[in-house]
């Protein structure tokens, strides 16, 4: 049994997606953002970043005793490795598959966080800001359809892999972020194929109703620190 530590957001998705195409069973531990519950003393022991995702594995490769994972590459890897699924074994495959979650974890999803925050959720709006990211974002989009035009297929190759599961999630939110996928023909026809995935589907479905709720000024400080009085604004 693997306790999964969760909300309804990107990087959540992306693992709760990961256990279900690998048919693992899990427990979801909901952990609502908008009323500070990372802050947790109990989930700050798993997760000392503070952010969700994070796992439980009660049942380790090897035996022995339960194993903690936090930052979803590395679950990612940590679950690929358990069960020898979505991880080439080859070399120049494993290595390419890894290379894209990093490519997500340090650039498309860190960016187009800060896109969203600046445009939708900022006490100001500051067209610095929001300039600077929607143009990195926009450019990280023309570096994942330059990737899947030369693969044809998936993120690092002809088979769908951990960097599939990295980078989806965070383009489900395109229209939000206000991008369309007719700008970025490879990744629309890879979002439609990966989307269509009965392990993306039941993932995607898990926990949508724990979303953070209304950004009242609680929700705002938890989720990005904003005090009160500019919360209210």
């Known amino acids: ?11 959540g998705w992306k693992i709760s997606i ?36 994070a796992i439980i594995d009660r049942d380790p ?6 194993v903690s994972v ?11 490795e358990k069960t020898g699924r979505f991880l080439p074994a080859d070399l120049r495959g494993r290595s390419a598959a890894i290379q894209w979650v990093m490519w997500q974890m340090g650039g498309l ?20 800001a929001i300039d600077r990211y929607e143009r990195e974002a926009a450019r990280l ?35 939000a972020q206000g991008f369309t996928l007719d700008d970025y023909p490879n990744v629309k ?17 898990v926990g949508r109703m724990a979303r953070p709720g209304e950004m009242d000024a609680e929700t705002k400080k938890n989720l990005f620190g904003i005090a009160s009085e500019r919360a209210a604004t």
């Not at 306790?3 to 309804?8: I, R």
């Not at 999803?109 to 610095?128: D, R, S, T, V």
């Not at 890879?190 to 269509?196: D, E, G, I, Y």
Request: with cysteine; charged share 15%; hydrophobic share 40%.
């Open 109 to 128: 999803g860190p960016m187009l966080g800060q896109n969203g925050h600046f445009k939708l959720y900022a006490p100001e709006k500051i067209p610095y």
């Open 61 to 66: 490769p090897g035996g022995g005793p339960p």
């Open 18 to 53: 990961m256990l279900e195409e690998c048919g693992l069973p899990y427990e979801v531990h909901p952990v609502n953002l908008g009323r500070g519950e990372q802050f947790a003393p109990d989930f700050l022991a798993i997760s000392p970043n503070n952010r969700i995702p």
């Open 70 to 80: 936090f930052e979803t590459g590395a679950i990612l890897i940590y679950l690929a």
């Open 1 to 11: 049994m693997i306790d999964l530590y969760y909300a309804a957001t990107p990087n």
């Open 189 to 205: 026809r890879w979002f439609a194929t990966v989307r269509a995935r009965p392990g993306v589907v039941a993932g995607t479905a």
């Open 141 to 175: 989009y023309g570096v994942l359809d330059g990737q899947l035009g030369r693969t044809g297929a998936y993120v690092a190759g002809d088979e769908y892999t951990i960097a599939d599961m990295a980078c989806f999630p965070w383009i489900i939110t395109h229209k």
